[in-house]
């Protein structure tokens, strides 16, 4: 199992510019999240899902899109890239609480995406 | 509200025991997280305590306090390879239903030799 992969690994981006981070897990996970994570702060949630073709704003979620078409797959969207959205993404996934044997909705990480918009 | 507070660097000896300190305040708290993370990579999962009291897990052991809003994760023969960030992080009840987890900025360990 790959478990969580995110592509890409890095990227640069003009201001303005669009792209698209995909995220991609094989646990079979029904809850996947995407986070931000900056120098001095937590890890902070952008949208997340909790289920193949639901999303929900997280606490920072202004400036981003997210896709849920396929379970395995969870995508995250930037319109207009800013200066500001310059971070480290990570995607996550997780069962429900309570299933698969599972105590609670631990997160699985994927292994980040380091974006610079200039 | 919610607010998680933990040091942010600490600096312990190889083979020493460390003892990083968690404290939060948060509505509907209903569990919490330890996660390592190591530098330029993604933060794994170490442990989850909902009642209070310690849970051993090998070298690692965590303890929460529910109702003084305190945890710690202690860390036992310190091993250079535990060099990395710990994250703290708290579950709560969402306002919309479900749960919701909250991470801690996340204490910085670097053990020396």
């Known amino acids: 199992n790959a478990g969580v992969t995110q592509t890409p690994k890095f990227r640069v981006l003009k201001t303005g510019q669009s792209m698209t981070l995909l995220c991609a897990q094989d646990?079979?996970?029904?809850?996947m999240y995407w986070y931000r994570q900056d120098p001095g702060m937590g890890l902070r949630l952008i949208h997340y899902?909790?289920?193949?073709?639901?999303?929900a704003k997280g606490e920072v979620p202004d400036g981003y899109n997210v896709s849920r078409l396929k379970k395995q797959n969870f995508l995250l969207g930037l319109e207009s890239a800013a200066p500001s959205q310059t971070s480290v993404y990570f995607c996550?996934?997780?069962?429900?609480?309570?299933?698969?044997?599972?105590?609670?909705?631990?997160?699985?990480f994927g292994p980040g995406t380091r974006l610079t918009v200039l | 509200g919610q607010n998680i507070d933990q040091p942010t660097e600490m600096t312990a000896t190889e083979g020493a025991i460390v003892q990083i300190n968690c404290t939060y305040q948060?509505?509907?708290?209903?569990?919490l997280f330890w996660y390592q993370q190591h530098a330029g990579e993604a933060p794994t999962f170490l442990s989850y305590?909902?009642?209070?009291g310690l849970e051993e897990k090998g070298r690692f052991s965590s303890f929460l306090s529910r109702s003084k809003g305190y945890s710690y994760l202690l860390l036992k023969e310190l091993q250079m390879k535990d060099s990395a960030s710990y994250l703290c992080?708290?579950?709560?009840?969402?306002?919309?239903?479900?749960?919701?987890?909250?991470f801690g900025a996340g204490t910085r360990l670097f053990v020396k030799a």
């Open positions: 996550a996934s997780s069962y429900p609480p309570g299933l698969a044997g599972e105590v609670t909705d631990t997160q699985y």
């Open positions: 646990m079979n996970h029904e809850y």
């Open positions: 899902s909790v289920g193949e073709g639901t999303t």
């Open positions: 948060t509505s509907g708290f209903n569990g």
């Open positions: 305590n909902v009642l209070d």
């Open positions: 992080a708290v579950r709560a009840l969402r306002n919309t239903g479900g749960f919701k987890t909250i």
